[in-house]
């Protein structure tokens, strides 16, 4: 069995976070792991029943009843827009933003709502879209916002002659292009709020290497059973051996966005060997995510491509 892993978490109290993904898997630990430490927690989820249990889940689990299920599908702009719209006019500013949500490997090449590949559009845009219409409340707050990437970010390139790979799709390229891209992201957000002055602290976490629903049977997704990979990442976690559990793995993303010590255009994830799982730790920068020319030529491709531009706060 595994060592339960744990970091000391800053208290949390009257924050509010924003936890995307938190309906199952690392991020429902995510977000347990903020409750407990005492933030009011917002579940956005495109499964709301599902939402819902995740959340009675936490509350029986950690003693924590500010928490809020909200609708939200990454990969639909006009969802994307509705949940920004509907907390900027509660008004409330947003402490921490935990961008964890993602999708990963459909078989086939699949479409988002608005005609996206499926990875790019949840796994990057969807977020991008996101924090750019929540800016104001993330400024107002002086926001420490965490962007999710992977170990997969280390690999591969972002396909800019064909984001939306009409030509010769390839499931584990267009996820490591997806989250490249989102990398970036992070990394320009980070330079645009030292620019601009708006106190955002934007930092990057992996989770290693652990058992979640990313690789297990989806029918919608085209994957009618579970793969061979999740099956044997299953089996060693299990065992302690190698690769995390959700309950480790949230725990790089929980210390970037919490600790103190933590540095915006940073990335942190498992110490363990080859990084697979274990106490989180600041880690190199993967190569594919020091590029500033890649960093603005993502932001201005992810402008174009939701027609969502970032202006800079009015304050």
């Known amino acids: 069995m595994p060592t339960p ?55 029986q689990q950690t003693g924590a009843h500010s928490i809020r299920v909200l609708p939200l599908d990454l990969a639909s702009l006009d969802s ?18 935990i961008a964890n949500a993602g999708v990963m490997n459909p078989p086939t090449r699949q479409l988002s709502a608005d005609g996206f590949e499926l990875q790019l559009a949840t796994n990057h845009l969807g977020h991008f879209a996101l924090v750019a219409q929540l800016l104001p409340l993330l400024v107002e707050a002086k926001a420490y916002i965490t962007s999710q990437v992977s170990i997969a970010a280390d690999q591969g390139a ?17 996820y ?21 002055g708006w106190g955002i602290r934007s930092t990057l976490s992996h989770p290693g290497i652990t058992p979640t629903n990313l690789l297990a049977a989806q029918p919608g997704m085209g994957r009618s059973a579970d793969t061979t990979a999740v099956k044997f990442i299953r089996a060693m976690s299990r065992r302690g051996i190698l690769f995390g559990t959700p309950a480790s793995a949230a725990l790089s993303a929980v210390y970037a966005a919490t600790s103190p010590d933590a540095r915006g255009g940073h990335l942190y994830g498992p110490r363990g060997f080859r990084r697979l799982s274990g106490l989180p730790a600041e880690q190199p920068m993967y190569s594919r995510l020091r590029g500033e020319a890649d960093a603005r030529r993502v932001w201005e491709l992810s402008e174009q491509l939701t027609g969502v531009r970032v202006a800079t706060p009015g304050r």
């Open 158 to 174: 972002v396909n800019w002659d064909d984001p939306n790979w009409e030509h010769g799709y390839d499931p584990m390229t267009a």
């Open 80 to 97: 994307v827009g509705a949940l920004a719209a509907r907390l900027n006019d509660e008004g409330r500013p947003i402490d921490l933003l």
């Open 176 to 196: 490591s292009s997806s989250k490249i891209a989102f990398g970036l992201f992070a990394m320009q957000l980070q330079r645009k709020s030292d620019a601009a």
């Open 5 to 59: 892993l744990d970091i000391s978490v800053p208290d949390l109290t009257g924050k509010l976070a924003l936890v995307t993904g938190a309906s199952d898997g690392v991020g429902l630990e995510i977000a347990a792991r903020l409750a407990r430490a005492g933030a009011d927690v917002l579940m956005p989820v495109r499964n709301p029943q599902k939402g819902e249990a995740a959340a009675t889940q936490i509350r």
